[in-house]
């Protein structure tokens, strides 16, 4: 990796904690919490490039955290992985609330590694795109501005005379 991006594991369960962390401890700055307030006290005090995100914890849940980062614009964008152990619609809930992947318990660290990874990089590039875009528009409106000004000025010139010799 470029740069360390970071990464906030979220789950009540310490040992599951540390093993997600032992996985991306090496490339990435990884953050943790152990419940969705938490979690949501870490997300506005730090940018996030990545939310690994338990879906059941106490005080507020994972679909809790999921919905408070989508109703937050400057949280909304940001990918969200969701691991549990639970086998039955959650993984359908979590989609429907917007996770962008889910993993289930146990985890197999090549697995959770690589689909972080892709999603990651689908972020960065979708940023990158975005940025991009965005200079284009500006020196769009910069050509567009500079053209109409051009020719305000261009039809001004000869109107005033046309004006002033009907008058």
Do not use: C, W
């Amino acid at each position: 990796m470029n740069s360390k991006r970071s990464i906030l594991v979220v789950d009540d369960i310490e040992m599951t904690r540390a093993m997600l962390i032992k996985i991306f401890a090496e490339d990435y700055m990884v953050f943790s919490a152990e419940n969705g307030e938490q979690a949501m006290e870490v997300l506005k005090k730090s940018s996030m490039d990545m939310v690994l995100l338990d879906l059941s914890m106490p005080i507020m849940d994972g679909y809790e955290v999921i919905q408070a980062m989508k109703a937050d614009q400057k949280l909304a964008s940001v990918p969200i992985v969701v691991t549990t152990g639970a086998i039955d619609k959650s993984e359908r809930r979590a989609f429907d609330l917007g996770a962008d992947d889910f993993i289930t318990k146990p985890y197999d660290p090549y697995i959770v590694r690589k689909r972080v990874e892709n999603l990651i990089q689908k972020y960065v590039l979708q940023v990158d795109n975005l940025r991009q875009a965005l200079g284009q528009a500006e020196q769009l409106n910069r050509a567009k501005s500079a053209f109409l000004s051009r020719m305000s000025h261009d039809l001004r010139s000869p109107l005033n005379s046309v004006i002033s010799l009907a008058n």
